[in-house]
C-alpha cells in the first residue's frame, strides 16, 4: 500500500509538472520575424514592428535608394529567405520578404530619408517653403526688396554632392519662377524656384503649450534682433522673454518657455527689431499626476501580490501571475521606503521552478497589464491611457546587486540571446524607464523565444524617452530623477509607460539570482530647469 502510495504521488507531481510546460513546446506553428537588420548609410536602429511585420530603416542622405546594401542580417532561427548578407535592395518603394519554415510569412522593408534642402535669399524673411512632390520652394523677403536684383545666399535642392544647374550665383531675377535641375546618382529633379513679398517684417508663428512650457517660433528678417513677450490673459501684462530661451537660426527664431502657470490662458507675440507680430493665445494644460505612484496600496489573492487596492483601478502591474505558478511572488510590498511612510516595492530576482523545472523571472514592475502566462512564459501589455506631456519623471530606488548566474537555454534561444553568455559573472543591472509614445493601443509583451515580442525605445511611436540603469549596490535610499528626451516636441502622446526591473534583461531571461530593487513614491514633474 505504501509503494501504491507513492507511485500515485509521483504521478500527480508529473501531471502538475506537465501543466506547467506542456504550452511551452515550440510546435512546427513558428512565427518568423527579423531581429535584426542593417543596410550600409543606416542611421540609427531597423524599427522593426512585429504586429504589422514591417520594417523601417532611416538612411542617410546620401545613400542611394536603388542601390542599398545589406550588411547585417538576424532572423528566427531556421527561417529560410532570399535576403541575405551583402544583398542589394532596391528600396525606392516597399521592397517584399518572404521568411519560410513551416509556414510563409511577408515583411515589408521600407526606407525612409530625410533630405535637408535649403533656399536663402537676400532680405528673406523667416525659412522657405518647399513643395517636394510638386519640386517647388518659395522664399519671402520684404516689400522693399527687389525681385529683379536677388541674390541668393545658399541653395540645396537634392543630398549632398548633387550637381544643380545652372550655377544659381547666376539667377537674379525673380519676377518669374527659375527652374533648376539638379542631378545625383542616376536621378534627374527639375525643381523651380519663386520669390514673393510679403508685408510681414516678423510673423508669430506658433505657440505648442504643455503644462509648465510653452514652445513659441517667429519669422522674420535675417540679421534682425529677434524675441518674444508674454503676458497672462487676465493680467494684460508684457513680460519680455529671456534671450537665453531664444535659438535663432537665420530668419527663423524659437523659445523654450518654463515656468509658467499650469491651466492657465496667455497671450504671446514674436518680435524683431521693436516691430511685433500677431498676437497668439495659448491654454496650458493640467498637471496630470501619475496615478498610483506612491505605491501604497497594496492586496493578496492567493499567492499573488497585487500593487493596488482591493477593489481599486488597476494602473500597475508586476509578472507574479507567471511567478507563482511555480513559487512565490517576487515582487512585493514592503514597509522599508524611503521616509517611513507608506509602502514601497521590492522586486527580487530568482529561479521559480518545481522539481527543478522553470526560468528565471526578474523582480518587476510596470505601468500596464499582465494578460496571461501560456507556459513558462509572460504576456503582458505596458502602457495606459496618457496625453498630458511631463518633463521628468521622480522616484526613491535602492538596489542590490548580483552576480548573474542564470542564462537563456542555449538549446531553444535564438542566435541573438547567445550574447548574453559573456554576462555570465557580472554584476547585474537594474532598469528604471519611461516613455510617451502615440501607440494606438498599448505595447504588446510576449517573452516566447519563437514569437518574442518586447518594448523597442527606438519605435518610431516614441515621442519622449529616459531611462537609469545601474549594476553598483546602493544601500540607501537615493533620489532619481529622469528628464525626458523629447524626439518631437509638436506631437502629441496617447500611452504612458514606466517600467522597472530588478535585472536590466529579465526579459531574455538573463539575470542573477537576488538582485533586489527597492522603488517608491513616483511622480511626475511637468516644468524645466533654468
Known sequence: MRRIYINGLMVGMMLLITSCIENDIDYPVVKL???????????????????????????????????????KLELTEGAKTDLAVNSVLDLTKPRKVTLSLYQDYEWTIVARQTIERRFVVNDQIGEPIFDVE??????YVTTSTSLRTIQIEDLKLGPEGCTMAPDYSALHDFMSGQTVTVSYHDITEVWTLYVSPTSDDVVTSSADAWTNVVWLSGQGKKGAVFGFEISEVSTGEWKTVDEAYITVNGGTFTARVPHLKA?????????????????????TGEAVVLPGGSLDNWHQVDKVWNPWAENGEQIWDTGNKGATKMGDSNSVPTSETWNGKGQAAKLSSKFVSFAGLGKFAAGNLYVGKYLGTLGTNGKLEFGKPFTARPTKLKAYYKYTTAPIDNLPSEKNAPLDYKRFVSYKGKPD?????????????????YTKYSERKLFDKNDSHVIAYAEFNTGRTVSEYQKLELELEYRAVNRKPKYLLVVCSASKYGDYFTGGEGATLWVDDFSLEYDYDD
Request: aromatic fraction near 8%; hydrophobic fraction near 40%; proline fraction near 1%.
Open 134 to 139: 510638386n519640386r517647388l520652394v518659395v522664399a
Open 429 to 445: 543591472t537594474c532598469a528604471i524607464y519611461i516613455a510617451l509614445g502615440d501607440w494606438d493601443s498599448p505595447v504588446g509583451v
Open 33 to 71: 520575424q527579423f531581429l535584426d537588420i542593417v543596410v550600409e548609410g543606416q542611421s540609427g536602429n531597423a524599427i522593426i514592428n512585429t504586429e504589422t511585420n514591417t520594417i523601417t530603416l532611416n538612411l542617410d542622405e546620401t545613400v542611394n535608394l536603388k542601390k542599398v546594401k545589406v550588411t
Open 263 to 283: 491651466s492657465t490662458a496667455y497671450n504671446c507675440r514674436a518680435v524683431a527689431n521693436d516691430k511685433y507680430g500677431e498676437i497668439l493665445t495659448f491654454t
